[in-house]
């Protein structure tokens, strides 16, 4: 029960944390600030999730499922955030140091930054649903533990069962959504000064 209460104290600190990325990188002026922030968290929280999904052992391919898509999706928003993080910096001292004003991005990065933020934001919310799913159905001193292995003798019938077939399609999101937060963030690594001065 102890291990269980800390579990769910650590992701919701990890949960707290996260909100307050996301507030300040939509306060004007703090962006770089915030990316950093969520950079740091990220890389916490994704080192976590590896730790405690990879001690977990005898897992069903629901709660496998999950744990794959939270891990693949931290990483690769490690990834994004690296991209993001680097080309921000880069371009802050350059421009600051040419112009001495703060970065002004065309219309068109201002976008790709936004859609960025918003599938941050996203896949977040629908990790943080899987973890709950997690929490109260699969988390063996705590949920309901439905062993899935047993009721179905292959995985071609696992469409036959609704709930566990539905958090499949769930898993999948946040790897999609980050998959398209990579190249997001690999278009918008590829912003050079020149970008900036039309």
């Known amino acids: 029960m102890a291990k269980t209460s800390a ?44 730790s405690y999904f990879t001690s977990v052992e005898g897992m069903d391919l629901v709660p496998y499922a999950i744990g794959f898509s939270l891990i693949i999706s931290g990483i690769f928003h490690t990834v994004c955030l690296i991209f993001i993080v680097m080309m921000i910096s880069n371009l802050k001292v350059k421009y600051s140091d040419t112009y001495g004003t703060p970065i002004n991005l ?15 934001i996203s896949t977040f919310s629908v990790c943080g649903v899987l973890l709950i799913i997690y929490g109260t159905q699969y988390d063996p001193p705590n949920g309901i533990n439905i062993n899935f292995t ?16 539905a958090v499949l399609i769930i ?16 278009n918008f690594s590829a912003i050079t000064r020149q970008d900036l001065m039309r």
Do not use: D, W
């Open 171 to 186: 898993t999948c999101a946040p790897l999609i959504m980050s998959s398209i937060n990579v190249s997001i963030a690999n």
């Open 7 to 50: 579990v769910f104290l650590n992701y919701f600190a990890f949960a707290i944390l996260f909100v307050v990325g996301f507030i300040i990188v939509y306060i004007k002026n703090t962006e770089i600030i915030g990316f950093y922030h969520l950079f740091i968290v990220n890389i916490a929280c994704t080192l976590y999730t590896i």
């Open 106 to 120: 065309p219309l068109i990065y201002k976008e790709h930054l936004e859609m960025f933020k918003r599938l941050m």
């Open 150 to 165: 047993q009721e179905m003798k292959s995985i071609g019938n696992i469409m036959y069962k609704p709930y566990p077939f």
